[in-house]
């Protein structure tokens, strides 16, 4: 196990009605930019409720609304700017990764003398931000409890993850109900989403990080178990608290630090999405299968072959077998459990035309994976999504 340092000073309220908690946005100033998306939280109710609270706690709201799925520099841009404007003390995010991303690097570049891009280009820049809260509404990308933001500036099919110690939440307010009214498709993706953070950290090769293998495999189990049920019935509370607490588990650092290689099925599907716009998770639940057939050998043969015994059930003497029926089952999770997209096809991408460089572009963050992977594998594990 790797040297490491775990800090998550993230407050979080998990449950029911725990947004009462926002009245304590209070002791950290009378002024609060609100950041949301397009409008679910208004349908709802939760905007309604949280703007009840913060009156009620004698906080003034800024609002910075539209931020997209995929959240843009610009929307970024125009956040920083009503920081300054307006004289913000805090920033809130009330909605899904993409909502919450889009506030940190708000909050951290309120905090900054430039333009915010530079930001998301090195997250060492990002020396200090505003505090940042968020609410919940989508169980995926841990982004709640995390360092991390992604951030596009489509105008270059550019979409990069930046991180920074000051963009971690100070406070969290997780409630499972609230995801009640996530469509299918996002649950889906977010599933696929959660447990590819997990598997990111789960395919290292270093064998001395045994217990963060097994929290990693609770989890991963979690995910194959509930996303089903919310899928069959949106309102179950257990199975969106199960993902929702799963979620944020899985990219915390509670099962990367001490073992952390580089990712790349996310560096790969981040080239997807900033050239054709698609849903995170989707582009996730394509690629992993492909990756794994890739990076099968009689080296990760084990590895597979202990995911397929702790996560599915399997057993088996002989590693390939038991590691090629595991994979076999992550595809049919996904697509036959889940109906996510199992091609590229189904998203829209139709050709090879940017393979080469979004291969390049994503080469740089695969070094160091589990397998490290060249622009030629990363090619052929697009063509083979395709
Ligand atoms: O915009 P609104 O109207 O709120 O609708 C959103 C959006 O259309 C909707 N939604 C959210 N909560 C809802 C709801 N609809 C009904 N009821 C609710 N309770 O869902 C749609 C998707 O929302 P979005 O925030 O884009 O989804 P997600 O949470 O999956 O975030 C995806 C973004 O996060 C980045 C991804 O790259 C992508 O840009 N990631 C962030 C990470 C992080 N911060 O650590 C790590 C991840 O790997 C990921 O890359
Ligand atoms: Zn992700």
Redesign the pocket.
């Known amino acids: 196990m790797y040297d490491f340092m775990f800090h998550v000073p993230t407050k979080i309220y998990f449950g029911r009605g725990q947004i009462s908690h926002l009245a304590e946005l209070s002791d950290f100033g009378q002024k609060a930019l609100l950041v949301?998306?397009?409008?679910?939280?208004k349908?709802?109710g939760?905007y309604d409720e949280a703007i009840r609270i913060l009156t009620h706690a004698g906080i003034e709201v800024v609002e910075l609304s539209g931020?997209?799925?995929?959240?843009r520099i610009e929307t970024v841009r125009r956040g920083v700017g009503l920081c300054a404007r307006e004289g913000v003390d805090m920033v809130l995010a009330i909605?899904?990764?993409?909502?919450?991303?889009c506030a940190?690097v708000v909050a951290a570049g309120a905090r900054y003398d430039g333009d915010p891009w530079d930001l998301v280009l090195d997250g060492s820049k990002a020396a200090s931000a505003l505090p940042i809260f968020s609410v919940l509404?989508?169980?995926?990308?841990?982004?709640e409890m995390?360092?991390?933001?992604?951030?596009?500036d489509m105008s270059k099919n550019e979409?990069w993850?930046t991180?920074a110690e000051c963009m971690k939440p100070t406070m969290s307010v997780l409630d499972p109900s609230?995801?009640?009214?996530?469509?299918p498709k996002?649950t889906a993706?977010?599933t696929a989403?959660m447990m590819?953070?997990t598997f990111e950290s789960y395919f290292s090769m270093d064998e001395g990080a045994y217990v963060q293998k097994r929290l990693a495999e609770g989890l991963l189990g979690t995910m194959i178990h509930f996303g089903p049920i919310a899928l069959a019935h949106p309102d179950d509370y257990d199975a969106r608290a199960n993902l929702m607490w799963a979620a944020s588990h899985a990219?915390n650092g509670l099962v990367s630090d001490g073992c952390s290689p580089a990712w790349c099925v996310?560096p790969m599907?981040?080239e997807l999405?900033a050239f054709y716009d698609i849903?995170?998770?989707e582009g996730l639940a394509i690629l992993t299968p492909a990756w794994m057939e890739h990076v099968l050998d009689a080296q990760t043969a084990p590895l597979f072959a202990a995911y397929g015994c702790n996560v599915w059930g399997l057993s088996g003497v002989d590693d390939m077998k038991v590691a090629r029926e595991a994979i076999s089952r992550t595809r049919a999770f996904f697509v036959e459990a889940m109906h996510l997209p199992a091609t590229l096809r189904e998203v829209g991408i139709t050709d090879e035309k940017n393979f080469e460089v979004m291969a390049r572009k994503a080469a740089d963050g695969c070094k160091g994976s589990f397998v490290a992977l060249s622009q030629d594998d990363i090619v052929e594990i697009y063509r083979a999504a395709l």
């Open positions: 949301y998306g397009g409008g679910s939280i349908r709802n939760i931020v997209e799925p995929n959240p909605g899904g990764g993409s909502t919450i991303d940190k509404t989508l169980s995926a990308t841990g982004s995390d360092a991390f933001a992604v951030i596009s979409k993850g991180g609230y995801t009640f009214s996530v469509s996002q993706a977010g989403d590819s953070h990219i996310h599907e981040h999405s849903t995170h998770g």
